[in-house]
């Protein structure tokens, strides 16, 4: 059974930054593709970053470009997303996503287990 556990959430006043953590079990994390979602209040759930199996493609939404940085330990079965330079509209719901492939995609389909979330709000 896949266990995605996420951590590192918090509320982080605009301009600052957090760093998520995704915890995998019940898969062979190394050879999965990962990834981080985020779903604000009263929109769908959107992707925000993916890397591949070796950490050697990374992938990102133009709305954080440049401010969050996707990364993975496969040695300690961990996705981390750092996230620098805050908004407001940076506030949503996060969830840590196992890809169904070696390779990186950004839409839902391409991930087929999920994390319960972790909430980040960023004051303005």
């Known amino acids: 059974q896949v266990q995605l556990v996420e951590s590192g959430g918090g509320l982080v006043q605009a301009g600052g930054s957090l760093r998520l953590s995704c915890a995998a079990s019940g898969l062979t994390f190394s050879v999965h593709a990962m990834g981080w979602f985020r779903q604000a209040p009263g929109k769908e759930r959107e992707f925000v970053a993916a890397i591949s199996w070796s950490g050697g493609s990374t992938y990102y939404a133009d709305s954080v470009k440049g401010r969050f940085t996707i990364s993975r330990d496969n040695a300690e079965n961990t996705v981390y997303l750092q996230m620098n330079s805050l908004k407001p509209e940076d506030t949503a719901v996060y969830y840590c996503?196992?890809?169904?492939?070696?390779?990186?995609?950004?839409?839902?389909?391409?991930?087929?287990?999920w994390g319960q979330g972790t909430q980040v709000t960023v004051s303005s």
């Open positions: 996503a196992g890809g169904v492939g070696t390779w990186a995609g950004i839409e839902e389909a391409d991930f087929g287990s």
